[in-house]
Nanobody, 114 residues
Framework: QVQLVESGGGLVQPGGSLRLSCAASGSIFRIYAMGWYRQAPGKQRELVAGISIGGSTNYADSVKGRFTISRDNAKSTMYLQMNSLKPEDTAIYYC????????WGQGTQVTVSE
């Protein structure tokens, strides 16, 4: 059974930075493209960044130039470096496969506020 554990969230002021981590158990990390999703209150969950097994990346327009996704296949761990954070980045952040997401973890809360 796949287990996804997100960490690294917190409260940060606008313009600040955070680094999220995602630890994945099972074999999916070595097989599938992975992504970071977020869900803000009252909104649908959205994919904000994705990374292929080979390291190719893509980003939602809203985070392009501010967020950087990376992965360490040997450690089955994925990261999201978030810079120049804005209040509209406030959400619960989740990691999962890009295609056919598996069971969701608990996520990590990111709050951007003065």
């Amino acid at each position: 059974q796949v287990q996804l554990v997100e960490s690294g969230g917190g409260l940060v002021q606008p313009g600040g930075s955070l680094r999220l981590s995602c630890a994945a158990s099972g074999s999916i990390f070595r097989i599938y493209a992975m992504g970071w999703y977020r869900q803000a209150p009252g909104k649908q969950r959205e994919l904000v960044a994705g990374i292929s097994i080979g390291g190719s990346t893509n980003y939602a327009d809203s985070v392009k130039g501010r967020f950087t996704i990376s992965r360490d296949n040997a450690k089955s761990t994925m990261y999201l470096q978030m810079n120049s954070l804005k209040p509209e980045d406030t959400a619960i952040y989740y990691c999962n496969t890009v295609a056919n997401p598996r069971s969701w973890g608990q996520g990590t809360q990111v709050t951007v506020s003065e």
